[in-house]
């Protein structure tokens, strides 16, 4: 646990288990706040993933009482006596009837700030229903935001975006609590955040018919000569459409506008792709850094571990055994 760091001082008890809570409350602890964790008897289920429990849990000081007994709750509201934050992952209704709910631990802390952190929020028509992360991805428009087949993300997007939401509001609370001396009860839903990433409309260009084409040529995941892949990420610069068609070979099309490339967004594309698969990926990323072009191999996770700009970053980290392991998601010069 750090000395000193941003919230150096800050007091949170975490009754969450899995992983949206247990990642919110890492981050906090990674600024420096204090976090007791409760577990149930047994232990968060997460300890099937025991690599992964250790990351979230690295700087927690962690215990377990069966909140089910009077004795555990007891002890549950003693230690919410003295805390600054309360966190906890049930779903709707849980907390309260375990005993450790908002009213509960505001009538032994007033200036408690309580985040709950749920899939589908504290109220709602789908507050008590079940799910994991795809569901939320799902409710909230994610997996397929125009359309068409849905796309699951290789990461529990749902699970991350609502641990994040819920550091920065926590964050936020706190600062209001040291201001005004008062609590505020949080509520995070997964589906929330991500439907505010999904957005309202689809960003379409100005100028270019949306209905012309998907897409927008030179963006996307491509196959290389070796077995692996190569991502892409121009839009609408054509500063690096021009190098693009010079490291590949397109000179006819090297001086299309945007708005002349759109149109041909499925020809384009494919010729894209077919020059790709004719080039080695680490080859052709270094050719299309050094021209300016937005380009980046995609990474398999032994590969992002070994990355030199991860690990000078702080990134990853390599602990006292030579095992990299996750490290800062920020910076902070002091």
């Not at 975490?14 to 809570?21: K, T």
């Not at 796309?151 to 939401?165: F, Q, R």
């Not at 590969?303 to 602990?319: F, N, Q, S, T």
């Amino acid at each position: 646990m750090a000395a000193e760091g941003q919230l150096h001082g800050v007091r949170i008890l975490d009754f969450s288990i899995w992983r949206p809570g247990p990642y919110a409350t890492q981050l906090l602890a990674e600024l420096g706040a204090d976090i007791c964790k409760v577990e149930p008897p047994g232990g968060d289920p997460m300890h099937a993933y025991p690599d992964l429990y250790e990351e979230l849990n690295v700087r927690k000081r962690c215990i377990e009482l069966d909140l089910k007994s009077g004795e555990g709750r007891a002890d549950a509201l003693a230690l919410a006596v003295g805390v600054d934050v309360v966190v906890e992952g049930y779903r709707p209704g849980v907390a309260d009837r375990l005993g450790i709910g908002y009213d509960a631990i505001r009538a032994v802390n007033p200036r408690v700030i309580y985040c709950s952190i749920s899939g589908l929020g504290q109220i709602g028509p789908l507050a008590f229903a079940s799910g994991h992360d795809l569901n939320y991805q799902a409710w909230s428009g994610a997996l397929a935001p125009d359309g068409g087949t849905p796309v699951m993300a290789a990461v529990p997007i749902a699970d991350l975006a609502g641990g994040l939401a819920a550091a920065f509001a926590i964050s936020a609370a706190v600062v209001r609590q040291l201001r005004t001396g008062e609590g505020d009860h949080i509520d995070v839903a997964m589906s929330d955040v991500l439907a505010t990433w999904t957005g309202a409309v689809t960003p379409t260009a100005k100028g270019v018919d949306s209905s012309q084409a998907r897409g927008v040529p030179g963006y996307g995941i491509f196959p290389t000569a070796d077995g692996k892949f190569v991502t892409l990420a121009i839009i609408s610069e054509d500063h690096f459409w021009r190098p693009l068609c010079d490291a590949l070979g397109l000179d006819d099309v090297r001086a299309l506008s945007f708005l002349d490339r759109m149109p041909r967004q499925p020809e384009l594309q494919a010729r894209i792709a077919a020059a790709i698969l004719t080039r080695d990926r680490d080859e052709l990323v270094d050719e299309l850094l050094a021209a300016g072009v937005p380009a980046a191999p995609a990474l398999s996770r032994d590969e992002m571990l070994a990355l030199a700009h991860h690990r000078e970053r702080g990134a990853v980290v390599i602990d006292a055994e030579g095992i990299p392991r996750t490290g800062r998601a920020v910076r902070f010069d002091d």
